[in-house]
Nanobody, 117 residues
C-alpha cells in the first residue's frame, strides 16, 4: 500500500510562515507530479500547488502565488510546501496527493493550518 503522510501544520499569526511536509511511504507508484490541496468545511478541495517529479516544473494557484513555494526530494519520496505571508483565509486542512489523482489511492489525514491572531 501507498501511504501519504502530511505534517507541519499548526497555529500561526497572520504574516507568519509554516513548512509542510508530505512523505510517501510503502509502495511507490510512478506519477507525473505531486500536488498540494486544501479544504475547509463546506467547500471542495482546492488545488494549491504542484511539482513534477522529473524536471520539477511548478504551478501555483493564484491565491498563493508569490507566497507559497513547493519543492521536492525524489530520493526521500517527499514534497514540501513553504508557506509565507500567511493570511486568515489560508486556514484549512492541507493535503498532498498525486497529480493526476489515482483512483483508489486514499487521501492522507491532512495537516491543519490555522492562521489567526
Amino acid at each position: 500500500q501507498v501511504h501519504l503522510a502530511e505534517s507541519g501544520g499548526g497555529l500561526v499569526q497572520p504574516g507568519g510562515s509554516l513548512k509542510l511536509s508530505c512523505i510517501i511511504s510503502g509502495r511507490t507508484f510512478s506519477t507525473l507530479a505531486m500536488a498540494w490541496f486544501r479544504q475547509t468545511p463546506g467547500k471542495d478541495r482546492e488545488f494549491i500547488a504542484s511539482i513534477s517529479w522529473g524536471v520539477g516544473s511548478t504551478y501555483y494557484a493564484e491565491s498563493v502565488r508569490g507566497r507559497f513555494t513547493v519543492s521536492k526530494d525524489n530520493a526521500k519520496n517527499a514534497v514540501y510546501l513553504q508557506m509565507n505571508a500567511l493570511k486568515p483565509e489560508d486556514t484549512a486542512v492541507y493535503y498532498c496527493n498525486t497529480q493526476p489523482l489515482i483512483p483508489g489511492l486514499d487521501w492522507g489525514q491532512g495537516t491543519q493550518v490555522t492562521v489567526s491572531s
